[in-house]
């Protein structure tokens, strides 16, 4: 007896529409780092940090921006300090999609343009599986905190962020990993 590929099984059994699935599945898994990245085990060690202003009030925010620190991001890290986060340098600007799996503390996040202004802002609920998705395509930043933070401090989408020492597009805060 011959041996054949699963593909192959699939295909004949299915007239062929299997390989044009597979090949969908693959383009649609693959277009995204996000959707590629394998869920990390462990909290990722503490990222290099940079303070942002965000209105009156400031973050101390690790910069995500390895597909591996972002793929981790918050996840099975135990507590955040009030005035601490996290802001994911995404690339070119997009439509992003964010969830809270295996991570275990209230969050907010603000999709941020490549100019750093918020464009939206959303709570999650934590370990939802539920995506928080932008509406907006131009998103290049996300910023995440501690639930409520937004709120607290009287940030509102079209706040501008404004980092200390440094400037959005430009290390650490490039568009591309450096």
């Known amino acids: 007896m011959q041996k054949r590929s699963l593909w192959y099984s699939l295909g004949a059994t299915l007239g ?4 044009l699935w597979a090949a969908l599945c693959a383009l649609f898994f ?7 990245q394998e869920t990390p085990a462990a909290a990722q060690p503490e990222l290099a ?3 942002l202003n965000v209105g009156k009030a400031h973050i101390d925010a690790e910069v995500a921006h390895t597909p591996q620190q972002l793929a981790a991001g918050l996840m099975y890290r135990p507590t955040l300090s009030d005035n601490a986060g996290m802001i994911f ?5 997009k439509h992003a999609v964010f969830w809270m799996e295996n991570t ?30 932008s509406q907006s395509d131009r998103v290049a930043y996300a910023i995440e905190v501690n639930q409520g ?7 509102v989408p079209g706040t501008d962020v404004k980092p200390v020492g440094a400037y959005f597009g430009k290390p650490p805060l490039a568009l591309t990993a450096p």
């Open 89 to 93: 340098v995404l690339g070119k600007p």
């Open 104 to 133: 275990s503390i209230p969050l907010s996040i603000a999709f941020l343009d490549r100019g750093g202004r918020i464009l939206e802002i959303y709570d999650m609920r934590p370990f939802d599986r539920k995506t928080v998705e």
């Open 149 to 155: 933070w937004f709120q607290l401090n009287g940030v």
């Open 30 to 36: 693959l277009k995204d780092w996000s959707c590629a």
């Open 49 to 51: 940090k940079i303070v």
């Open 16 to 19: 062929g529409g299997a390989l």
